[in-house]
């Protein structure tokens, strides 16, 4: 098998990701627009809550043990099929796939680390894509597990690749599990699509994989059980694991509501058949929940100005901590959901794109997931906890803004960037990465190599409008802002 083709291989597998990543969002209901006063719990900084605030109440979680959590979430097979194992580690062959990650246990030794292998019930051994695929990345030379994968590539063809590697087998059993992986990875391949190399395409996702099951026994149809999402993807950034210790509930547009664990685990909807498969799985999730409640960001590794630092908190406190919080030993996360029409950032995501319609919200909430948690999602979006923020470039939930800065300066935000998909290549001053001013949009690049690589915020769900509230301050002023956020 040459080269090329193994590398084929391999980024057809990788396409393939859990529908835990992202959110999930689907037919909202609206945010009050209302002017009164919401008590959010945070101390008074004089800060004035936007119009429509919405408080998001906590609910009761199932504990869990977080060390043996991430043994589970590095070692266990939760996505239930997947690619036969020596095919797997042919097509992988030499190639570097960054660092791997501690606590590995029998054949996910020396594996990538967002595959985990595991033998099926039939006795194959087979690898699949598991929550890592999204939910780890790498930021000052260092693999960071709950931090969003920034450099993923989903405008490729996942279904071709995955048939190719079909060919290379010969064992009844063998093929028996590749074809079940094969159907689901044909499925959706349609529906996973993105215009641009960075964003996920989770939500999209979900609803393919809902469309093909029954909600009661949650087996699979070969044919779509309802009608399947448009194939235009309406991106999403992966946010870090965590902002999940602070939030009360899931997902940019508050959807995940009651039990985390088990909004969680639908990752395995790609290939758990069965309610006892998923009652399985969902036993150990709680634990898997805790260790990503006990994360903690990555420290900012560079130098601060300590006394700048102190003067941006003031100015953070008095306009961003009503929606962000505060911070230290007394700080306080508000848990809000804003409306649209106020936040103002692009508001497919969250006014109901025809993808997220009432069909996938009663899917979920009639199925084994919904006995103790539901999808709820509002016409909003949640303004996020900011802990380890320096880390998390791009910004906004599609990632439309490339850097702090222009977060809170939405003059000069660009139409159109592109920038280098290396993890190093940061901007200290500005917290995010150093990015290019694209000339041309999508429409006028013909090169498609080229046209991925380019963020086009004039199409659909793309825009980078919205959240003006750091327009008014002076250059000054957002230099402090920006120089307290490396402290958090």
Same mark, same amino acid.
């Given at each position: 098998?040459?080269?090329?083709?193994?590398?084929?291989?391999?980024?057809?597998?990788?396409?393939?990701?859990?529908?835990?990543?992202?959110?999930?969002?689907?037919?909202?209901?609206?945010?009050?627009?209302?002017?009164?006063?919401?008590?959010?719990?945070?101390?008074?900084?004089?800060?004035?809550?936007? +119009?429509?605030?919405?408080?998001?109440?906590? @609910?009761?979680?199932? &504990?869990?043990?977080?060390?043996?959590?991430?043994?589970?979430?590095?070692?266990?097979?939760?996505?239930?099929?997947?690619?036969?194992?020596?095919?797997? +580690?042919?097509?992988?062959?030499?190639?570097?796939?960054?660092?791997?990650?501690?606590?590995? @246990?029998?054949?996910?030794?020396?594996?990538?680390?967002?595959?985990?292998?595991? !033998? %099926?019930?039939?006795?194959?051994?087979?690898?699949?894509?598991?929550?890592?695929?999204?939910?780890?990345?790498?930021?000052?030379?260092?693999?960071?597990?709950?931090?969003?994968?920034?450099?993923?590539?989903?405008?490729?063809?996942?279904?071709?690749?995955?048939?190719?590697?079909?060919?290379?087998? !010969?064992?009844?059993?063998?093929? #028996?599990?590749?074809?079940?992986?094969? @159907?689901?990875?044909?499925?959706?391949?349609?529906?996973?699509?993105?215009?641009?190399?960075?964003?996920?395409?989770?939500?999209?996702? #979900?609803?393919?994989?809902? #469309?093909?099951?029954?909600?009661?026994?949650?087996?699979?149809?070969?044919?779509?059980?309802?009608?399947?999402?448009?194939?235009?993807?309406?991106?999403?950034?992966?946010?870090?694991?965590?902002?999940? /210790?602070?939030?009360?509930?899931?997902?940019?547009?508050?959807?995940?509501?009651?039990?985390?664990?088990?909004?969680?685990?639908?990752?395995?909807?790609?290939?758990?058949?069965?309610?006892?498969?998923?009652?399985?799985?969902?036993?150990?999730?709680?634990?898997?929940?805790?260790?990503?409640?006990?994360?903690?960001?990555?420290?900012?590794?560079?130098?601060?100005?300590?006394?700048?630092?102190?003067?941006?908190?003031?100015?953070?406190?008095?306009?961003?901590?009503?929606?962000?919080?505060?911070?230290?030993?007394?700080?306080?996360?508000?848990?809000?959901?804003?409306?649209?029409?106020?936040?103002?950032?692009?508001?497919?995501?969250?006014?109901?794109?025809?993808?997220?319609?009432?069909?996938?919200?009663?899917?979920?909430?009639?199925?084994?997931?919904?006995?103790?948690?539901?999808?709820?999602?509002?016409?909003?979006?949640?303004?996020?906890?900011? &802990?380890?923020?320096?880390?998390?470039?791009?910004?906004?939930?599609?990632?439309?803004?490339?850097?702090?800065?222009?977060?809170?300066?939405?003059? /000069?935000?660009? /139409?159109?960037?592109?920038?280098?998909?290396?993890?190093?290549?940061?901007? %200290?001053?500005?917290?995010?990465?150093?990015? !290019?001013?694209?000339?041309?949009?999508?429409?006028?690049?013909?090169?498609?190599? +080229?046209?991925?690589?380019?963020?086009? !915020?004039?199409?659909?769900?793309?825009?980078?409008?919205?959240? %003006?509230?750091?327009?008014?301050?002076?250059?000054?002023?957002?230099?402090?802002?920006?120089?307290?956020? /490396?402290?958090?």
């Amino acid at each position: 098998m040459s080269r090329m083709n193994r590398t084929s291989v391999i980024a057809g597998i990788l396409l393939v990701m859990s529908v835990a990543c992202g959110s999930n969002t689907v037919e909202p209901t609206d945010v009050a627009t209302s002017d009164v006063a919401v008590d959010t719990g945070a101390p008074d900084t004089g800060s004035t809550l936007p +119009k429509g605030a919405q408080v998001l109440p906590a @609910e009761p979680q199932r &504990d869990g043990d977080p060390a043996l959590g991430y043994t589970q979430l590095v070692n266990e097979g939760y996505v239930h099929c997947g690619m036969p194992y020596w095919v797997f +580690k042919m097509a992988m062959g030499a190639q570097d796939f960054g660092p791997e990650l501690p606590g590995r @246990e029998g054949l996910n030794v020396g594996l990538p680390f967002m595959f985990n292998a595991f !033998t %099926t019930e039939s006795g194959v051994d087979v690898v699949a894509p598991t929550c890592l695929s999204c939910h780890a990345g790498v930021i000052n030379g260092q693999l960071v597990v709950g931090l969003g994968n920034a450099l993923q590539d989903f405008t490729m063809d996942t279904t071709g690749p995955a048939q190719m590697a079909g060919g290379l087998l !010969t064992d009844p059993k063998e093929i #028996a599990e590749w074809a079940k992986w094969n @159907e689901r990875v044909q499925a959706i391949g349609p529906y996973i699509k993105t215009l641009t190399v960075g964003v996920n395409p989770a939500d999209n996702l #979900a609803a393919a994989l809902f #469309a093909h099951r029954d909600p009661e026994t949650l087996a699979w149809s070969s044919e779509p059980l309802r009608e399947m999402p448009p194939t235009h993807v309406v991106p999403v950034d992966v946010p870090p694991w965590w902002r999940m /210790k602070k939030k009360t509930t899931m997902f940019y547009t508050a959807a995940g509501r009651g039990d985390h664990a088990r909004i969680m685990m639908t990752a395995s909807t790609l290939c758990t058949d069965t309610v006892e498969e998923a009652a399985a799985i969902d036993a150990y999730f709680p634990n898997i929940r805790s260790y990503i409640e006990s994360i903690e960001p990555p420290a900012y590794p560079h130098p601060v100005d300590e006394a700048l630092a102190e003067s941006g908190k003031e100015v953070f406190e008095a306009v961003c901590s009503g929606c962000h919080g505060t911070y230290g030993p007394e700080g306080v996360y508000p848990n809000l959901i804003i409306a649209t029409d106020e936040v103002g950032t692009d508001p497919l995501l969250a006014t109901g794109a025809s993808q997220f319609a009432d069909t996938y919200v009663d899917w979920f909430n009639d199925s084994f997931y919904g006995e103790i948690a539901r999808l709820e999602p509002v016409h909003g979006y949640v303004p996020p906890p900011l &802990d380890g923020i320096w880390a998390t470039p791009p910004f906004f939930h599609n990632g439309s803004v490339p850097t702090i800065e222009l977060v809170l300066d939405s003059t /000069k935000r660009p /139409k159109y960037w592109t920038w280098s998909f290396d993890p190093s290549d940061y901007d %200290t001053d500005a917290l995010g990465w150093n990015y !290019t001013f694209s000339l041309i949009g999508h429409d006028l690049e013909s090169d498609p190599g +080229k046209r991925k690589l380019i963020y086009d !915020t004039t199409k659909s769900g793309y825009g980078k409008a919205g959240h %003006t509230y750091g327009d008014a301050l002076s250059p000054e002023e957002r230099a402090a802002v920006i120089e307290y956020l /490396k402290t958090l």
